[in-house]
């Protein structure tokens, strides 16, 4: 797996801790503090395949940032953390778009299944999107 993800999440020790160990895994990783310095970096590298987005955080929350995510960028699969569940943000998360939903702390191979397998529907998604175009040009060309 070769994924590129971006961490959003305002505690820099876990932010740091996180982009370390997952970067040893063969992903690229990018780093937010805050949601608006996540959206900022979604713009700015563009190929991003997952974010794991923490839901609590100063200024935008997470399931706004969430929002935002699926609605400008809707391929990109979103894992909402939290040290702080409730079913009710749980729901909300999944509603929007969500792919999955943990709990801080998580552990490493449970999070790294869990990217892997957002990854995987990601790219399902693309190649399906690819083979629809290709079909599409095949019959304005008449092959």
Do not use: W
């Not at 895994?25 to 997952?50: C, F, H, M, P």
């Not at 175009?133 to 092959?143: K, M, V």
């Amino acid at each position: 797996m070769l994924a590129t993800i971006l961490l959003i999440d305002d505690e820099q020790g876990f932010v740091d801790t996180m982009s370390k160990r997952l970067s040893k895994r063969s992903l690229t990783v990018y780093t937010a503090y805050n949601g608006q310095e996540g959206l900022a970096a979604l713009a700015k590298y563009g190929a991003i395949d997952v974010v794991v987005l923490d839901v609590k955080m100063p200024g935008i929350n997470g399931i706004d940032v969430l929002k935002i995510i699926k609605t400008e960028y809707p391929l990109v699969e979103v894992i909402m953390l939290t040290g702080h569940a409730t079913v009710e943000s749980a729901i909300d998360g999944m509603k929007n778009g969500a792919f999955d939903y943990m709990l801080k702390p998580c552990e490493m191979e449970e999070l790294l299944a869990k990217i892997k397998d957002a990854y995987l529907k990601k790219q399902s998604q693309e190649t399906k999107i690819y083979e629809a175009r290709a079909r599409h040009i095949e019959l304005r060309r008449g092959d």
